[in-house]
Nanobody, 126 residues
């Protein structure tokens, strides 16, 4: 059982930046593909970005391309989501999700994931 914990959410003005982190409480994330998803109030969950376990192949939703960057820390213990040029519409609760994977494929469908964190809220407001 993989227990994921997100951190780094908060309140930021439009144009600002936040860095979210996803960590496992009792494991490293080396053999897991990770996805970042978000859910805004009154809306469904949507993918933000996803990263493979090997070679760190990445994919992004069109709405965040060029603004968000997903990656792994050097010790491969956490996966971060660097969010720049934040917009009002980025307001949501952000979740990371994991699945065991040993390849170079990323997974950007929520149904692909077995493990989910509790989420961290991000509010972009004037």
């Amino acid at each position: 059982q993989l227990h994921l914990v997100e951190s780094g959410g908060g309140l930021v003005q439009p144009g600002g930046s936040l860095r979210l982190s996803c960590a496992a409480t009792d494991d490293i994330l080396d053999d897991y593909a990770i996805g970042w998803f978000r859910q805004a109030p009154g809306k469904g969950r949507e993918v933000v970005s996803c990263i493979s376990s090997s070679d760190d192949n990445t994919n992004y939703a069109d709405s965040v391309k060029g603004r968000f960057t997903v990656g792994r820390d050097s010790g491969r213990r956490t996966v971060f989501l660097q969010m720049d040029s934040l917009k009002l519409e980025d307001t949501a609760t952000y979740y990371c999700a994991g699945r065991v994977s040993y390849g170079t494929s990323w997974y950007c469908d929520s149904d692909d994931y077995d493990y989910w964190g509790q989420g961290t809220p991000v509010t972009v407001s004037l």
